[in-house]
């Protein structure tokens, strides 16, 4: 069973403008999440996290916005850039300790 | 810092036969996580360990073990090979508490 779904496997974004990735998630439990970057044949790397006890988190160009009663994250990254083009997976945990469920991952093309 | 590195990076085993993977964490880091990934699958939870113990265990079968050693490096052992157990095979380590997770490149595992 998915407790974290990514529903948009891709998106296509002009040079410039905003992306914005989602997240849906079921469990009303988990009180972490992380978003990644996932270039072909390289490990996940760490973009953003954010704690259940907020509802936004930026970092530079990226933001991460979580709406708990709707139970979705979305992830905004403004302006978008040729090299963000990436795979991105949300992933979100519960409890002790770092076992993580992950997205399946949106493909995420920045069109110079 | 040196990151997490995974050894070997790419391996070719035949069904029945067993393999062990390594993992080697950030220096300072006690948590080793490890996740599968198959293509339409994304992550999937292995187990977590943490000052040699196994804290979190997702839901794979019992061919699946693996252990930490008291340097915090681990590795991940899988018995009587399956063809479905051709994967890239990622781990993550984190200081131990509830953050942000760091991922090696990964060991592509080809079962035939």
């Known amino acids: 069973d998915q407790q974290v779904k990514q529903n948009s496997p891709s998106l296509s974004v002009q040079e410039g403008r905003i992306s914005i990735l989602n997240c849906d998630y079921t469990?009303?439990?988990?009180?972490?999440f992380l978003w990644y970057k996932k270039y072909p044949a390289e490990g996940p790397t760490f973009l953003i996290s954010?704690?259940?006890?907020?509802d936004k988190n930026e970092d530079g160009r990226f933001t991460v916005f979580l709406n708990k009663s709707a139970k979705h994250l979305s992830l905004h990254i403004v302006p978008s850039q040729p090299g963000d083009s990436a795979v991105y997976f949300c992933a979100a945990s519960v409890g002790t300790g770092n076992q993580f469920y992950f997205g399946t991952g949106t493909s995420l093309t920045v069109i110079p | 810092k040196a990151g997490v590195t995974q050894t070997p990076r790419y391996l070719i085993k035949t069904r029945g036969q067993q393999v062990t993977l390594s993992c080697s964490p950030i220096?300072?880091?006690?948590?080793v996580s490890w996740y599968q990934q198959t293509p339409g699958q994304g992550l999937q939870f292995l187990f977590e360990y943490f000052s040699e113990t196994q804290r979190n265990k997702g839901n794979f079968p019992g061919r699946f073990s693996g252990r930490q050693f008291s340097n915090s490096r681990s590795e991940m052992n899988v018995s009587t090979l399956e063809l479905g157990d051709s994967a890239l095979y990622l781990c993550a380590s984190s200081q131990g508490g509830k953050e942000t997770q760091y991922f090696g490149p990964g060991t592509r595992l080809l079962v035939l």
């Open positions: 469990n009303s439990m988990f009180d972490y």
């Open positions: 220096s300072g880091h006690r948590s």
């Open positions: 954010i704690s259940s006890i907020k």
